[in-house]
């Protein structure tokens, strides 16, 4: 294979990462930086479409500076960002409005409406209910809406400034259709019925595009701002997940994927476009490279996991520095030593709505503590909440793709450093689980789109199996599922008996 390398940039929620790869998907570089999300309000999140921008080019700077690379032999660059949300540009490729995040429930009212009245037609054509076309009805609404040439996504944004492109380039790929509700993914295109019974304005709407699609160059600006230099060819991109996958090397029918971050995921590889019509819990997500699809879950139970140590566990962060180990860590360590099912403690990781069967009102809930729970308890539970989630989308996939046979999960994300958590995920589905030796694949993923969009790579077996290597692998203690089932069918069955409960403390 020839030298040179690859950057792939990964604009995440909470941070932005951005990698230089040889063409092996060695790591000659890396760097990070915080995203900022703020709050204005209950159920309002807002994030600066102009700071993907920022955070992009600080990223490649500080890769430049520590790699010291000749800089000529960067080959391409691709840039995947968040899925669930959108924001919006000017016909000069300028924000209109905030980067209007799936955090953000402000567009409930649209949401009801989008799904109350055409949620068989939205998931037919979808392949999954709407996270950001009920947004684009609640831009309609508002005094900005004359002002928006065009709806597009953080990752387009990005290449699109790196590459000097104006508002009648704008474009979207085919990996973030899904959550639109505005699509006919199956053909990659804006369907007209769904568009015309929503009364969206399609002039509004990018076009759509191969996330291999070469869409510029980098321009002057970019050479300014960053250092690249100029005609580094700038592929799509895609969404965060979608990229993940691809770094994961989940490229045969019925390969799994776990991703373990903000949003935890559990996934399957189908050839065929395959949706949920009687559960509507799996979102079907468009590969970024080939004609495949993948089946997912989605639950924000990272950002739950996340939000418990921060809220609660200050005195364990003291004691975990005290020791030298990450909080992570430190609380894996206490829980390990609670039996299964956290002592009849349940947890519902919604904190803020539910994405998969759509429900804006759903809210989190600990459920059966008594006096002798502690802590740790509830801690532990967060953690089974979500391997209870991913048990109830397995059996939905079992449904879905006849004769399926599970092999390995490969576990990404953050949450993937976990062993405890992934041998809890690996008894409660009863499945063998796998990691990489890198975690954060998105990253990756978009290095390895960057080279199919020059064909440097034109087949997956062209890649290097070293870019996938095993790091470790854990195994499930035979039925050790059946431990937990019985929590596992109330957990079921909390969503179903508190919708009203929950309708009554949103509104």
Not at 203 to 210: A, E, G, N, Q, S
Not at 334 to 361: C, E, H, M, T, W
Not at 379 to 402: C, P, Q
Request: proline share 2%; hydrophobic share 35%.
């Amino acid at each position: 294979m020839s030298s040179g390398y690859l950057i792939g940039i990964d604009l995440g929620t909470t941070l932005a990462k951005g990698v230089i790869y040889d063409l092996e998907g060695n790591s000659i570089a890396e760097a990070t930086e915080k995203m900022n999300t703020v709050f204005p309000g209950a159920g309002e999140a807002e994030q600066d479409p102009n700071q993907f921008y920022s955070a992009t080019a600080n990223i490649i700077n500080k890769c430049f500076s520590e790699s010291k690379i000749d800089k000529k032999q960067i080959k391409a660059i691709s840039i995947d960002s968040q899925m669930g949300g959108i924001m919006t540009i000017d016909k000069n490729f300028n924000p209109v409005t905030y980067y209007d995040t799936p955090l953000d429930s402000r567009s409930s009212i649209e949401n009801s409406y989008m799904h109350d009245n055409f949620g068989d037609l939205i998931l037919e054509k979808n392949g999954s209910y709407s996270t950001y076309g009920n947004k684009i009805l609640y831009w309609k609404k508002r005094n900005e809406w004359k002002e928006i040439y065009k709806f597009i996504q953080p990752s387009a944004f990005v290449a699109g400034k790196l590459s000097g492109l104006s508002g009648k380039d704008a474009y979207i790929d085919e990996t973030f259709l899904c959550f639109s509700g505005l699509s006919d993914l199956k053909n990659s295109k804006w369907s007209e019925e769904l568009c015309d019974k929503l009364e969206v304005d399609m002039d509004k709407l990018p076009k759509i595009i191969k996330s291999t699609r070469i869409v510029g160059e980098t321009s002057k600006k970019a050479f300014e701002d960053c250092s690249l230099p100029t005609g580094i060819p700038i592929a799509a991109g895609c969404g965060d997940q979608s990229a993940g996958f691809i770094g994961a090397g989940i490229f045969d029918n019925g390969s799994m994927v776990d991703v373990s971050g903000t949003a935890c995921i559990l996934g399957i590889k189908t050839n065929n476009f395959i949706y949920d019509r009687d559960y509507k819990t799996l979102a079907t997500i468009k590969s970024a490279i080939g004609e495949s699809y993948y089946l997912t879950s989605v639950v924000l139970g990272g950002r739950t996991h996340k939000w418990f140590i921060d809220e609660f566990c200050d005195m364990e962060k003291i004691e975990a520095q005290k020791n030298g180990i990450n909080i992570y860590d430190f609380m894996d360590n206490k829980a390990k030593n609670i039996g299964a099912g956290s002592d009849g403690l349940i947890a519902v990781d919604y904190l803020q709505g539910r994405f998969f069967p759509p429900d804006s009102n759903t809210r989190g809930l600990f459920i059966g503590h008594t006096w002798a729970h502690t802590k740790v308890h509830f801690y532990r539970s967060i953690l089974e909440s979500i391997a209870y989630d991913h048990y109830l989308t397995k059996e939905i996939m079992k449904e879905l793709i006849f004769g399926i046979e599970f092999g390995k999960v490969t576990a990404i994300g953050s949450g993937s450093n976990s062993t405890f958590w992934m041998q809890l995920k690996s008894d409660i589905l009863q499945l063998p689980y796998k990691t990489l030796f890198r975690s954060d694949l998105s990253t990756l993923g978009s290095a390895i789109i960057a080279g199919f969009s020059i064909n440097l790579f034109k087949k997956f077996e062209d890649m290097s199996a070293s870019i996938f290597k095993i790091n470790k692998e854990v195994y499930p203690e035979k039925n050790k599922d059946s431990k937990y089932i019985k929590y596992i069918e109330i957990y079921r069955d909390i969503f179903g008996s508190l919708k009203e409960t929950y309708r009554r403390i949103s509104s």
